[in-house]
Structures are given as structure tokens and as C-alpha cells.
T-cell receptor, first 112, second 117 residues
């Protein structure tokens, strides 16, 4: 089955800095890679996703890059703000198989 | 759009009783819904996948007789924890996938905190 590794487990940055979270996956058939943000006591919120037919996707301060050859994808947050503080999960899925395999999460702390 | 609700948000019950958690997709139809369990500071653990009108598919190690799942309509799935025990205390989260076969996205509910005393 699919295995998703996520690093780092915790990340502390100063407000205004950039943050990068990296994930690797094992199943070369995976073709959908979403990122979720989870605030304390709440459910995960889909913030951005990418499919394997593109290498990069951007939405304002958030971007995701995908390297299919190396089987890794990354979340980039620029100009971080304290409200970006949360746990971020990456996940992977493949065509015809609707379940997601999640990474273990990254706790991002943005200090003012 | 793509809003998923859960009810209740918190529940406390006594050991041996049953608890029902509802998951609703508010602005889309979901042929597939998922139930997850999350322990503190851990990732989401998939418990089961439910498709509207058919029996749920449970992940290995999840007791189907203990965690009853019903997906009776395209907007509602329920999880019933039967004969709850303290070790069932956890954060239960549902997600829903829009009915379009080309859709990949899953949208999550806000979660239900279950405490069994």
C-alpha cells in the first residue's frame, strides 16, 4: 500500500518568513496530493491540492510543487502570519481508489 | 461551498452506552463518506469508507459490530459507537467526497469529541 512520509514534524518560523513542508510517497500510481490545515480541536481544512499532470500550483501565499520522478511534493507558505499556526497534513491518493493516505503532520508555529 | 457538518461536536457518555454521530454534506451530494479517528497529536486514522446505499468497508482492525456505519442518503452518514468504553474516547472526524466520478477532493467535518466515562 501507499506510504507517505512528512517532514519536519515541527517547524517554528518568525512572522514574515517562509515555511516549507516536504512529503514523499511510495506508490508511483498516486496522482492526487492534497494538503490540509488543522487547527486545534477542529477538522482538517483543504487548503491546496495538486494532480500529477502538473508540477506546481499556487494560491496567493501558498504553493505546492510536485516531483513525480522523485516521488515527493512540498508545501510552501510565504510571508507567514501567526494565523498560519496549525498542524499541516499532506496526503496521497490514486485513480480509482478514493481513500487518502496521510502523512503524520507538521506542527507549524509562527511567532509574531 | 463544500461544507460538511457533524453533530454533536462534543459528547460525554457512560461506559456501556451507545452514541450516534451524524455527518452531513450541506451543499453537495456525497456518494462516498469516510470516518476517521484521531488521537492527540497524531494523524488521522481511517476507520471505514461508506458508499450510499451499500455496506461500509472497514479498515483492518476496526470492529464493524462496534462501529456501526449507515449511509442512507447522499447527504447523511452516521457512525454509532456501540457499548462504548473509555478506550473509545477520541476525536472522530468524517469526510465527504462529491459525487462526480472525476472528483478527488475530500472535505472534512469539524469533528466530534467523544469522552466515555
Amino acid at each position: 500500500g501507499e506510504n507517505v512520509e512528512q517532514h519536519p514534524s515541527t517547524l517554528s518560523v518568525q512572522e514574515g518568513d517562509s515555511a516549507v513542508i516536504k512529503c514523499t510517497y511510495s506508490d508511483s500510481a498516486s496522482n492526487y496530493f492534497p494538503w490540509y490545515k488543522q487547527e486545534l480541536g477542529k477538522g482538517p481544512q483543504l487548503i491546496i491540492d495538486i494532480r500529477s499532470n502538473v508540477g506546481e500550483k499556487k494560491d496567493q501565499r501558498i504553493a505546492v510543487t510536485l516531483n513525480k520522478t522523485a516521488k515527493h511534493f512540498s508545501l510552501h507558505i510565504t510571508e507567514t502570519q501567526p494565523e498560519d499556526s496549525a498542524v499541516y497534513f499532506c496526503a496521497a491518493s490514486r485513480v480509482g481508489y478514493s481513500t487518502l493516505t496521510f502523512g503524520k503532520g507538521t506542527m507549524l508555529l509562527v511567532s509574531p | 461551498g463544500a461544507v460538511v457538518s457533524q453533530h454533536p461536536s462534543r459528547v460525554i457518555c457512560k461506559s456501556g452506552t451507545s452514541v450516534k454521530i451524524e455527518c452531513r454534506s450541506l451543499d453537495f451530494q456525497a456518494t462516498t463518506m469516510f470516518w476517521y479517528r484521531q488521537f492527540p497529536k497524531q494523524s488521522l486514522m481511517l476507520m471505514a469508507t461508506s458508499n450510499e446505499g451499500s455496506k461500509a468497508t472497514y479498515e483492518q482492525g476496526v470492529e464493524k459490530d462496534k462501529f456501526l456505519i449507515n449511509h442512507a442518503s447522499l447527504t447523511l452518514s452516521t457512525l454509532t459507537v456501540t457499548s462504548a468504553h473509555p478506550e473509545d474516547s477520541s476525536f472522530y472526524i468524517c469526510s465527504a467526497r462529491p459525487g462526480d466520478r472525476n472528483s478527488y477532493e475530500q472535505y472534512f467535518g469539524p469533528g466530534t469529541r467523544l469522552t466515555v466515562t
